[in-house]
């Protein structure tokens, strides 16, 4: 069973840094699109930052500039650097990925494999 584990999150002030890590176990990343996503409190489950499967990433225009995703299917790891914390970015953040979506990963229906999610809350 395909199994993701987020790790990371946290509290922090705006202005600051998190790095979000999510472990694929028996999950070959190599096989398609990962990415992560957030969940605002009463708000849609929205793409933060996703990868095809040869690392090709694209970002959120809000997160631009300011997140980093970055895929080492070697090490079967997926991470997302977050710099420049703003109180918008608070949410739940979800590890995502893909056995049949390589390069179309914009949304989360190409997605069949999630996290449990991990929070993140930026204070002003």
């Known amino acids: 069973q395909v199994q993701l584990v987020e790790s990371g999150g946290g509290s922090v002030q705006a202005g600051g840094s998190l790095r979000l890590s999510c472990e694929g176990g028996?999950?070959?990343?190599?096989?398609?699109?990962m990415g992560w996503f957030r969940q605002a409190a009463g708000t849609e489950r929205e793409a933060v930052a996703t990868?095809?499967?040869?690392?090709?990433?694209t970002y959120a225009g809000s997160v631009k500039g300011r997140f980093t995703i970055l895929r080492d299917n070697a090490k079967n790891t997926l991470t997302l650097q977050m710099n420049s914390l703003k109180p918008e970015d608070t949410g739940m953040y979800y590890c995502?990925?893909?056995?049949?979506?390589?390069?179309?990963?914009?949304?989360?229906?190409?997605?069949?494999?999630w996290g449990q999610g991990t929070q993140v809350t930026v204070s002003s």
């Open positions: 995502a990925a893909s056995n049949f979506a390589r390069y179309r990963c914009s949304t989360s229906d190409q997605f069949n494999y």
């Open positions: 028996v999950f070959t990343f190599r096989s398609g699109c």
């Open positions: 990868a095809t499967v040869d690392g090709a990433a």
